[in-house]
């Protein structure tokens, strides 16, 4: 990038996501009203200036009821421009295991556009039920670890495959 190009950058847009379980490993996912009727983790797009760890928390709570803090960024997913799509980038919170008395609190936020709230076992986060799952099933296998390191996914596959 020339110094000229860093005055007028290319559109970009940033998604932030928050991967959710309870204290049986279920992972919390919902269903948006009008989309694909697939399921997805909780989250959205960020506002100009909102810090993608902000824009989890604040869709997480707007989508979920849930108040929660961001623990650590378990996936990255660059998605490249495409026809008339902007490049964006995905970030995928891991938030720790919630006690069941604040699991059970969990309800679909009508007002934001959800439909729908559940605890999904893993094994069913699939293409035919959600979208995005190889970005699920990736994030998942970073928040298993205690440490390592942070997959860069691109079109919510690891990169270079």
Same mark, same amino acid.
């Given at each position: 990038?020339?110094? %000229?190009? %860093?005055t007028n950058p290319p559109g970009r847009w940033i998604d932030s996501r928050a991967l959710v379980r309870n204290s049986a490993g279920l992972v919390l996912m919902v269903q948006k009203a009008g989309g694909s009727g697939k399921l997805s983790l909780p989250g959205g797009y960020a506002e100009p200036n909102e810090a993608p760890h902000e824009t989890v928390m604040r869709f997480t709570f707007m989508q979920t009821g849930i108040v929660t803090d961001c623990w650590r960024i378990v996936a990255m997913d660059h998605l490249p421009a495409e026809g008339e799509d902007a490049e964006g980038l995905v970030f995928v919170f891991g938030v720790p295991a919630l006690p069941d008395f604040k699991a059970a609190r969990v309800t679909a936020g009508l007002e934001s556009g959800v439909v729908r709230a559940e605890w999904i076992n893993p094994a069913e986060i699939t293409f035919r039920t959600a979208d995005d799952?190889?970005?699920v099933i990736e994030a998942l296998r970073v928040l298993d670890r205690p440490v390592g390191g942070l997959p860069l996914l691109v079109r919510s596959q690891p990169a270079g495959v």
């Open positions: 990038m020339t110094p %000229a190009d %860093a799952p190889g970005r």
